[in-house]
């Protein structure tokens, strides 16, 4: 305990130089409590986006995801509704959603372009969340009159392409199963925009009846599970697998790839960062050690001759530049702490990433564990340094640490 009050106040020798290096580790966990901590941020959220997608897990044809269909839905899954409700009775599920994937063309009777159409339950729109934004009319209906024309959401682009707003009545042309032209009149009931430009300007969305009219079929390209517990995702991955072992079961990740890959990129570009920070803080201990082993030569040599260990006069000056990345610490954790505060409670907007015409809010996750790791990688590198600093000093024999001038 002496040793420690001991460092404590020698640390107020050289206040200045202590304030400069006690900022610099304080900038270096700052820096290192941000960069983690938005890179967590847009994990959750590329997670929790890629989990709305299609569902956490996707139960398809064996080899749906595996080869390109020579027919229309020649890869997909019949008698749905059995498997629907087979699938309902599990009370960890929340719903599942059929989808149908299918290419054609729209027409609005004087020009034609292609479209990449989806057969949707309506309900999907509420599972997805916020992905899709509504920019006029009004999403799929729950319930289509029979007596009205199929309805169907149009991308952004799309719809100003074909000059269509809420009503205009379009033509869907579409291959069938068995490889038959076939059409189907509809009505735009509205608009709506992913974010995704490209998209945007290729997107139909249909009720799934609707689609498996054009196409004239019962089948379905994959069925969506959606859970009551996205962190059970693993398990029912598994479960199912076992459930269902002549159907393709597809976790959500392996269906993720912009989540990959945004994972990878930032995991290496934020590791970089993280180790140049902590290489600052090894050379400013580093040099603040050296200096103070230079300054104190006489008193390490009075200490030695009054009969003081090597290691105890070493352990001391390692224990204050523990204390200076404690404090380092503890200080960056605040200011992270603060700033992560700040921008829950402003509004700071994010530019849109490339190839997407939407922005989204900036915030920092403070991370308890990343805060453990990161004081404690400052911390020990500071002792570390410090050790290396003060190895030579405190090895000097005693009559020549008394003369040194």
Known sequence: MKWLLLAWKNLGRNRR??????????????????LSG????????????????EGQVILSHPE???????????????????????????????????????????????KSTIFMGQGVEPEVFQLQGSQMQLQQGSLLSLQQNPEAFPE????????????????????????TAEGVLNALDVDVRGIVSTGIPELDARLVLVHLDSAQQLLVTDKVSQ????LQDFSEDQWYFQELQQRYPALGVTSWEDRAVFYQSVRNLYNRIFGVMSVILLVMVVFAIFNTASMSVM???????????????????????VLEAGLIG?????????????????????????PPPPGQTEGYPLYIYWSAQLALLSSLSVTLLAVVSSALATFRGVRKPVVEALNHV
């Open 223 to 226: 069925l969506g599970v959606y």
């Open 38 to 53: 938005f890179a967590l941020y847009t994990y959750e959220s590329l997670k929790e986006s890629s989990m709305r997608q």
């Open 152 to 175: 169907v959401l149009l991308g952004k682009r799309l719809a100003e392409s074909l000059n269509a707003v809420p009503g205009t009545g379009l033509t869907l042309l579409g291959t």
């Open 64 to 110: 749906y995801f595996q080869r390109e269909e020579n027919l229309t839905l020649e890869l997909g899954l019949a008698d749905v509704q059995t498997l629907q409700a087979d699938l309902q009775r599990d009370a960890g599920i929340r719903r599942t959603v059929a989808r149908i994937n299918f290419e054609g063309l729209i027409s609005n009777g004087e």
């Open 326 to 350: 404690l404090l380092g610490s503890l200080l960056g954790l605040l200011l992270a702490g603060a700033l992560s505060f700040s921008l829950y409670q402003g509004e700071v907007m994010m």
């Open 295 to 317: 300054e104190r030569t006489r008193e390490i040599g009075t200490l030695a001759a009054m009969g003081t260990r090597q290691r105890e006069i070493l352990g001391l000056f």
């Open 17 to 34: 130089r202590t304030l400069a290096t006690l900022l610099l580790t304080a900038v270096a966990v700052l820096g290192m409590m941000t």
